[in-house]
Protein backbone atom coordinates (compact mmCIF):
# COMPACT_ATOMS: atom_id res chain seq x y z
CA UNK A 1 0.00 0.00 0.00
CA UNK A 2 1.47 3.61 -0.76
CA UNK A 3 1.80 5.79 2.15
CA UNK A 4 -1.05 8.02 2.91
CA UNK A 5 -0.88 11.49 2.06
CA UNK A 6 -1.48 14.18 4.98
CA UNK A 7 -5.16 14.76 3.32
CA UNK A 8 -6.21 11.27 3.95
CA UNK A 9 -5.54 11.01 7.61
CA UNK A 10 -6.67 13.73 8.36
CA UNK A 11 -9.98 13.30 6.39
CA UNK A 12 -9.96 9.91 7.87
CA UNK A 13 -10.18 11.27 11.80
CA UNK A 14 -12.48 14.06 10.27
CA UNK A 15 -15.09 11.16 9.60
CA UNK A 16 -14.76 8.90 12.69
CA UNK A 17 -15.17 11.84 14.80
CA UNK A 18 -18.71 12.35 12.29
CA UNK A 19 -19.85 8.75 12.65
CA UNK A 20 -19.44 9.31 16.42
CA UNK A 21 -21.79 12.24 16.31
CA UNK A 22 -24.30 10.98 13.94
CA UNK A 23 -24.77 7.81 15.92
CA UNK A 24 -25.94 9.72 18.37
CA UNK A 25 -28.91 11.32 16.91
CA UNK A 26 -32.10 10.49 17.60
CA UNK A 27 -33.72 7.68 15.84
CA UNK A 28 -36.04 9.81 13.57
CA UNK A 29 -32.91 11.57 11.83
CA UNK A 30 -31.43 8.10 10.59
CA UNK A 31 -33.27 7.67 7.67
CA UNK A 32 -33.02 11.13 6.34
CA UNK A 33 -30.14 13.54 7.67
CA UNK A 34 -27.91 10.87 9.38
CA UNK A 35 -27.93 8.54 6.16
CA UNK A 36 -26.77 11.46 4.08
CA UNK A 37 -23.92 12.68 5.95
CA UNK A 38 -22.66 9.08 5.97
CA UNK A 39 -23.42 8.71 2.65
CA UNK A 40 -21.47 10.97 1.89
CA UNK A 41 -18.65 10.93 4.45
CA UNK A 42 -17.70 7.14 3.30
CA UNK A 43 -18.34 8.58 -0.58
CA UNK A 44 -15.39 10.91 0.05
CA UNK A 45 -13.26 8.42 1.68
CA UNK A 46 -13.59 6.36 -1.48
CA UNK A 47 -12.28 9.69 -3.66
CA UNK A 48 -9.44 9.82 -1.49
CA UNK A 49 -8.39 6.18 -1.86
CA UNK A 50 -9.15 6.25 -5.49
CA UNK A 51 -7.04 9.62 -5.43
CA UNK A 52 -4.05 7.60 -3.95
CA UNK A 53 -3.98 4.96 -6.69
CA UNK A 54 -4.46 7.50 -10.20
CA UNK A 55 -2.66 9.40 -11.86
CA UNK A 56 -5.29 11.42 -13.35
CA UNK A 57 -6.44 12.55 -9.90
CA UNK A 58 -7.42 15.99 -11.39
CA UNK A 59 -10.46 14.33 -12.84
CA UNK A 60 -11.71 13.95 -8.86
CA UNK A 61 -11.34 17.32 -8.48
CA UNK A 62 -14.48 18.63 -9.00
CA UNK A 63 -16.55 15.44 -7.69
CA UNK A 64 -14.42 15.76 -3.98
CA UNK A 65 -15.40 19.76 -4.25
CA UNK A 66 -18.97 19.43 -4.82
CA UNK A 67 -19.23 16.53 -1.88
CA UNK A 68 -17.07 18.61 0.74
CA UNK A 69 -19.28 21.53 -0.10
CA UNK A 70 -22.34 19.20 0.18
CA UNK A 71 -21.15 17.89 3.81
CA UNK A 72 -20.56 21.83 5.17
CA UNK A 73 -24.86 22.13 4.49
CA UNK A 74 -26.27 18.87 5.95
CA UNK A 75 -23.65 19.55 8.85
CA UNK A 76 -25.29 22.79 8.71
CA UNK A 77 -28.70 21.61 8.52
CA UNK A 78 -27.89 19.35 11.68
CA UNK A 79 -26.59 22.37 13.21
CA UNK A 80 -30.15 24.25 12.67
CA UNK A 81 -32.16 21.14 13.91
CA UNK A 82 -29.97 21.20 17.74
CA UNK A 83 -28.42 18.20 16.86
CA UNK A 84 -24.47 19.40 16.52
CA UNK A 85 -23.51 22.46 18.85
CA UNK A 86 -22.02 25.46 17.68
CA UNK A 87 -18.65 24.54 18.95
CA UNK A 88 -19.46 21.36 17.07
CA UNK A 89 -19.93 22.72 13.44
CA UNK A 90 -17.10 24.97 13.64
CA UNK A 91 -14.50 22.36 14.47
CA UNK A 92 -16.59 20.19 11.76
CA UNK A 93 -16.40 22.95 8.99
CA UNK A 94 -12.93 23.84 9.94
CA UNK A 95 -11.49 21.04 9.14
CA UNK A 96 -13.73 20.54 5.89
CA UNK A 97 -12.44 23.73 4.98
CA UNK A 98 -8.60 22.94 5.42
CA UNK A 99 -9.22 19.37 3.63
CA UNK A 100 -10.45 21.37 1.00
CA UNK A 101 -7.25 23.67 0.90
CA UNK A 102 -5.29 20.46 0.98
CA UNK A 103 -7.50 18.29 -2.06
CA UNK A 104 -7.05 21.82 -4.29
CA UNK A 105 -3.26 21.88 -3.61
CA UNK A 106 -2.71 17.48 -4.58
CA UNK A 107 -5.29 17.06 -6.90
CA UNK A 108 -5.63 20.58 -8.44
CA UNK A 109 -1.81 20.74 -9.62
CA UNK A 110 -2.94 17.34 -10.99
CA UNK A 111 -5.60 18.57 -12.82
CA UNK A 112 -3.36 21.95 -14.08
CA UNK A 113 -0.64 19.35 -15.16
CA UNK A 114 -2.59 17.46 -17.56
CA UNK A 115 -4.86 20.43 -19.17
CA UNK A 116 -0.81 20.99 -20.29
Known amino acids: MRARPPIYTRYYDL???LLDRTAKFPKNMRFGLV??????GL???EHFIE???RKDRGTLYQPVN???????VFLRLAHDRGLLSGE???FAVGEIDEIGRM???WAGKAASEADR
Do not use: D, T
Open 103 to 105: WHG
Open 51 to 53: ALY
Open 35 to 40: QKIEAI
Open 43 to 45: SLL
Open 88 to 90: QLR
Open 66 to 72: IELEKLR
Open 15 to 17: LGW
